[in-house]
């Protein structure tokens, strides 16, 4: 029995940890929990030394000192903050105004108000709330299927995960270790199918089932002319900047992510002051939401390294790797195993815990098949997207059914307004799997070298262009002597 579990401990901690998260106990202490006690137990059964759990504090210091992990409370106060100054507000009636006249109007305005807020604060909760709390009133009053209507707010809010500078590219980006401006440029072009996807079938619902939809009436749109366009421009173009100094500066290489978030803050804070909705309250709420998000990470990010660094101890990654490098179909086969395997963990666990479990297991396997790795990362981010439409544990959906009222909208009606999204979610990552040139096309490569084409070429000695001469050079023509040769003198007779 003991020789059994001595061969077997690596797939013993993996089993061990998935059953404590199946029993709801919190996965920053089951990380770790599982982690020490399986160390513990290595160390007993002479798999590791002991003096290898000292590893541990090398672990947690770099952890608390990962400067890009800053990023992440930066970007939360700024999604607090503007959810609170009314700049949601603004672009939704703006665009709702703008699209009014079509068949679906409402809804375009919202996939596209969610794509803005999720390029300017990078939470989902923030462009849930807001949207639900803005859009769904106005939908449901103009016949809009309640269905349709929640599903179509909780899905824009989900582009906010892919949209950059979103949370989960920046932590893929530490866990693949990869740079965030790679991850960013990456998702740009997902970030876009995914835009169109959802419109699309907005478009689709408007042929063949235009009563799901309908246009707003005449006396409705209001903004007409030039008031329109001034109402608009007055919602965007603060939005449109605020993105340039968050997104643009890090794309160009100006800022790291962690300076970009900090001047997001001072550009949220500005905007909140300039719609006069600067407050005491708005600042502490702000706070207190960063306070306990970050909190949450960070306990997770280090309960991930107690339980990685045991189980690389005790030859995980090798049994991680065989595992998954030896599935018929090869890359392909390893690709959809992986995208299932993601899929079903959405059902039970958030994106945060995804990346620090499941990403460091994977992303050795996926480098050994010559995966890019940045594209690896994008894919799996437009996967963990369907951890916020999960019915019945996704986060999307409990805020929904959080702000909207439960005598108007049912929960099953949330849950089943999901399901269309949640299939576009994962035709997006079909589609990705299919071209990857939409992630890698835009990404900076080493120009291709043919190998067996390359010369070697050594400079002449000196760095001159002719071979050295030791050979004494012509006297000038002035009459000075000549120079000294380079030959050796003769030698001493001895006659």
Not at 120 to 147: D, E, F, H
Not at 327 to 341: A, K
Not at 454 to 479: D, N
Request: charged share 10%.
């Amino acid at each position: 029995m003991i020789d059994i579990l001595r061969e077997n401990m690596a797939p013993v901690l993996f089993g061990g940890l998935v059953l404590f998260l199946l029993i709801g106990y919190p996965a920053a202490f089951s990380l770790a929990a599982v982690g020490l006690f399986g160390g513990l137990l290595a160390i007993e059964l002479g798999l590791i030394a002991p003096n290898f759990l000292g590893n541990l504090t090398y672990q947690l210091y770099g952890v608390l000192s990962n400067e890009l992990l800053l990023a992440i409370p930066f970007f939360t106060f700024m999604g607090v903050i503007l959810e609170k100054s009314g700049l949601a507000e603004d672009l939704l009636d703006g665009f709702g105004q703008l699209f009014g006249g079509l068949r679906g109007g409402l809804s375009y305005a919202v996939i596209i108000v969610g794509a803005i807020l999720g390029a300017i604060t990078g939470t989902v909760a923030a462009s849930v709330i807001a949207m639900g709390l803005i859009s769904l009133p106005v939908m449901m009053r103009y016949g809009y299927n309640v269905r349709h209507a929640t599903g179509v707010i909780a899905a824009s809010g989900t582009i906010t995960q892919l949209i950059p500078p979103s949370l989960v590219l920046i932590v893929l980006a530490d866990q693949l270790q990869r740079s965030p401006g790679e991850m960013y440029i990456g998702a740009t072009g997902a970030s876009i199918v995914q835009v169109l996807l959802f419109m699309a079938w907005v478009f689709i619902l408007s042929i063949f089932r235009p009563q799901d939809v309908p246009a707003l009436p005449p006396e409705a749109r209001t903004l007409r002319g030039w008031p329109l366009w001034a109402k608009i421009i007055r919602g965007t173009v603060p939005s449109l900047a605020l993105i340039f100094i968050v997104l643009g500066t890090i794309l160009l290489g100006l800022v790291t992510p962690t300076e970009a978030g900090a001047m997001g803050v001072v550009g949220a804070m500005l905007l909140a002051w300039f719609n006069g909705r600067l407050s005491w309250k708005v600042s502490w709420d702000g706070m207190v939401s960063t306070m306990r998000l970050t909190a949450m990470v960070v306990f997770i990010l280090l309960g991930a390294r107690v339980f990685t660094l045991v189980f690389q101890g005790v030859g995980g990654g090798h049994w991680i790797e065989a595992l998954l490098t030896n599935l018929p179909g090869g890359v392909v086969g390893f690709l959809i195993f992986v995208n299932i395997f993601i899929f079903i963990l959405a059902f039970f666990l958030d994106f945060f815990e995804i990346a620090f479990i499941v990403i460091p297991l994977l992303a050795p396997v996926a480098e050994a098949l010559g995966i890019d790795l940045v594209w690896f990362g994008v894919m799996i981010c437009a996967n963990m997207q369907t951890s916020f439409m999960h019915p019945p544990f996704g986060f999307a959906l409990f805020y929904l059914r959080g702000i909207v009222p439960r005598e108007q909208v049912k929960t099953v009606d949330i849950y089943l307004g999901a399901l269309p999204w949640l299939v576009l979610q994962l035709i997006l990552v079909g589609i990705l799997i299919a071209f990857p040139e939409l992630v890698t096309f835009f990404l900076d490569k080493a120009p291709d070298v043919d190998l067996d084409t390359i010369q070697i070429v050594l400079p002449p000695v000196g760095g001159g262009e002719a071979a050295p001469s030791f050979t004494a050079p012509p006297p000038p023509s002035f009459g000075t002597p000549p120079a000294p040769s380079f030959e050796p003198p003769p030698g001493p007779s001895f006659n």
